[in-house]
Structure formats: C-alpha cells, structure tokens
C-alpha cells in the first residue's frame, strides 16, 4: 500500500496502478477487527516511533493526530515459572551491568556479567555472530534464554540464536566495531546515545485507518487474485487465469514467495531470496471480563512450559478501556509449526491455560479471533545484509522489491523500503 501511494504520487492520475492481492482486504499483516464493540489490530500492532517513517506518513496523509503512545506501562517476562520485571538498563535484553537481570539469572551468572569487561574479547569488526553466540559466551545462557530470547521471539519468532548481531542489534554490533573493549561497554554506549521518550506508537482506532487513507490516495485496481508466474517483458499470470501486461512490477511479498515467482526473470534473487529462513506466527485476540495487572504484557522465556511466546495486555498498553479487557496471544517460533498446525480450538484453549499459569486468573472469552500469519516472519540471521544486497543486484530494469525481510521486519523498515522500490524503478526510467 506503501509503494502504491508513493507510485501515484510519482506518476500521477494517468496511470494505472494494479494491485494483486487474493486476501479479503488489504494491508498484509496490518489487520484491524472489531472486538466487543473495539478496533484490534491483530497483525502488527505497533511501531517505533524513534524511526521517522511512520510519523512522517501518518502526517502526510493527515493523520497525525491519530498517533497513539503507549500508558507508560511496564512488561514482564515469565521465566522459572514466575513473573518478573523485565530488566532495565538493556539493548534487547543484553544487560549493561549485573542489577539489570538481578533476580532473573542466577548468582553464577551474576558474577559472569560483573567480571566480563576484565576478560579479552575477540572481536573482528565486520564480522556478523549470531546473538545467541555472541551474548552466550560473555555472558552465559541464561542471559539469553531468560533475557535476550523473550525480546527476539516477540519481534522475529524466532530467537538469539537465529538472529544476527549486525542486522538484529545494529547499534550494538557498530560500537563494537569502533573500538568498544567488551559487550558492557558496547551496550552502554548504546544506551548513551539513545534518545529518551516513548518507544512505541499505534494508530487509533487500528491500522485500517493508515490503510484505508493508503487505498484512497493510491486509488489501485485491485485486483483479488494471486500471481502464480512471471514471464519477461513483464507478463503476470494470475491464478483465475488471466495475464496482466506492466511497464514495471514490484513484488511486496514474502522472501519465500519471492523466490517461488522470479526464478525465470531474476535467478541470482531468487537463489538469494531462498537463503532467508521464515516463521509463521498465530495470533489469538480476546476479549475478557476479568482484572489483569497494570503492566503492558508479557514476554516467555525459552523453555517455559507455555504455548504462547507472549501475551499482550493490550487494553492496559493502550489506554483503550471498555467494559471487556481486550488480550493478544502469540504462538509460532522459527523452527516449529505450532501456528500451522494447531487448530483455531487448541489456539483457544492454550489461550486459556496460558492466562491461568501466568496470571491466576481463568477467563471465558466475550469474543475471540484467531488469525495465522504464514512466512510472515523472516529471521535476520548472520550475513544478512550480504544476502539483501544480492537479492537487490539481482533485479533487472522493471523489477523492485518490498518487503519485511530486507531492512527490518517493522512498520516503519516496510515504509521505507516501498519507498526505495519506487524511487529505484523512476530512477531506472521504466515506470510510466
């Protein structure tokens, strides 16, 4: 919807702008439903505010005075079968001093923290670990199962150990380059250097509103019928059978489906774009009558006998009280298919069991939706701006990429990333 907005603004009314989409709306993983008589979103549901792309865009399109900001209130993280706070004073849950996981690790691992800018660390600048790699062995695994992998899953489902320093915690992976002598000193730099104020923003009354604004602006064809096969010279075959002739295509589609579609026109993307791991991801949002604790939600600990990776008190994050709670749950990691297989009814009542273990308290849903969101999550493992580089040397003249899987997997990365698609096709003279 991004590229389609920014692709009218470019070529004006002339045009005529296609869009392929099979789903019953559109917005991909933005999805707003109504729950007890309230907006949901049920995809993605906030985004970082500290980027400008989305401020920038809600006030483009007048908007702007729809931004939300979160109550201020804290989450947690369930770990060891209880509740603690989560830690303060991290980048991404990797601590810059002991007192940031006091009470979430264990005293070994306490003094491994203390102790560990006195140890040498190799570090070659450049170079791309793992999270889990790096983190695990300065500052042992229960930092990043208890404290690193919680804040990974919610993100990415997935966790430390498929996520890449340099693309996952970029800031983090730069000040090491500079000089940092040890991974405490490379968080708080980091720290320093972040700006204060809110973290996280939504849109009121969901993301519908930004998408809507997006369809009216663009004004696509729309078109609901998924491409099954493109032919040079920019010949798109649809599943009811039709072909669709462009001047120019941007796919703005999974890593997974990308490879699957341009085999034929770009194969040096299409073998980049298989090298991209991708997790599906559920998502169970109810609405209950019952008293929850004045904290945003929670996030799970690897290896917690819990279905759900983490639980969002999305009427206490946001402010938006009605005479029903409104919750989300989600389930899916990179390397299971809980959110494939399992049944609407098993999503449901894990939801359920989920709640009870964790906060005590047993709930009968006023309204429940389910939603599944397959391939929606790529991992940004090790060496992954190399693998993005390539798939983006790979398009030819009339081909453009968007997506979450190449700058970042959030609204905002999304954002900017349709934006360059449109600016590399104007740029290359073959949009109209």
Known sequence: MAAAYRLRQAVGDQATITLLDPADRLGGVLRTETLAGQPMDVGAEAFVVRRPEVPALLAELGLADRQLATTGARPLIYSGG??????????????SSPESVAGLVDDATVTRIETEPRRPLSWQPGSDPSVAELVGERFGEQVVTRSVDPLLAGVYAGSAATI???SGIPAVAAALDRGAASLTEAVRTTLAAAT???????????????????????????????????????????????????????????????????????????????????????????AVRA?????????????????????????????????SELLRLSFGRCGDDLAESASDDELVAWSRQDLEAVFGVAVEPVEVCVRRWIDAMPQY???????????????PPGLAVA???LDG?????????????????LKAGVAP
Request: hydrophobic share 45%; net charge positive.
């Open 381 to 395: 493992g090790p060496g992954h701006a190399d693998v993005v580089a390539e798939i983006r040397a790979g398009l």
């Open 164 to 166: 890449g320093l340099r």
């Open 82 to 95: 209880r509740l603690h706070p989560l830690p303060e004073r991290t980048v991404a849950g990797i601590p």
């Open 196 to 286: 204060d104020g809110p973290v996280f923003g939504a849109v009121d009354g969901g993301y519908w509103v930004l998408v809507d604004e997006l369809a009216r602006r663009s004004r696509p064809n729309w078109v609901r019928a998924a491409v099954k096969r493109i032919e040079p010279g920019w010949v798109l075959h649809d599943d009811t059978g039709a072909r669709w002739r462009a001047d120019a295509v941007i796919l703005a589609v999974p890593a997974p489906r990308l490879a699957e579609l341009v085999g034929n026109v770009a194969p040096r993307t299409a073998a980049a774009a298989q090298r991209i791991l991708s997790a599906s991801s559920a998502l169970v949002a109810l």
């Open 409 to 425: 997997i959030g609204v905002p990365a999304c954002v900017a990333a349709a934006g360059r698609a449109v600016s590399e096709l």
């Open 403 to 405: 997506g979450s899987y």
């Open 291 to 323: 008293a929850f604790p004045e904290h945003s939600g929670v996030v799970v600990a690897t290896g917690e006998p819990l279905h759900a990776k983490a639980i969002t008190l999305s009427s206490r994050k946001w402010g938006r009280r009605g005479e």
